[in-house]
């Protein structure tokens, strides 16, 4: 936990009449997004240099929606991943059930049955209404939330 105590943020603001000023912040008073970005990004720039894969449980544990969707499109940009790093993640953030942000053979569900088994299984399984693959413009996320690709909890 205490692995940023040496370090120190240089905050930059803008007052109104447009004064610049700078304040160091020990990363220990940082937010838990602003430190869970620092523990992950130095493994995230190794593996994208190498092209090895990186497996995280729970990508977006304190990151802002936007920062996870950057981290996400990293893996999938030629110019940031040349190498072909393979980023397999776990994730509740709904957000990235986009298909301008993760493909359809990228998105996997995992369900739990009654006996607490879980399945998984892949949004390519799924079909439309005419029986072809989820267009590229379907909202994934409305539709996940609607409960079509199942994987929803179950509330009492």
Do not use: C
């Not at 593996?47 to 990508?59: F, N, Q, S, Y």
Request: no cysteine; proline share 3%; hydrophobic share 35%.
């Amino acid at each position: 936990n205490d692995i940023f105590t040496n370090i120190e943020a240089i905050h930059t603001v803008q007052d109104t009449e447009g004064n610049t000023s700078s304040y160091a912040l020990n990363m220990a008073e940082e937010s838990d997004g602003t430190n869970s970005y620092f523990k992950l990004i130095g493994v995230v720039k190794k593996v994208l240099d190498e092209g090895t894969p990186l497996v995280v449980d729970e990508l977006d544990a304190h990151l802002h929606p936007l920062l996870t969707k950057h981290l996400v499109s990293l893996f999938n940009s030629v110019e940031f991943n040349p190498n072909g790093a393979q980023l397999i993640f776990t994730s509740h953030n709904t957000n990235l059930l986009d298909l301008d942000v993760l493909r359809r053979d990228q998105i996997w569900f995992t369900e739990k049955d009654k006996t607490e088994s879980t399945d998984l299984y892949s949004l390519l399984e799924f079909k439309d209404e005419n029986g072809t693959k989820i267009r590229n413009d379907r909202s994934v996320q409305k539709d996940y939330i609607n409960g079509r690709y199942g994987a929803i909890p179950f509330l009492n």
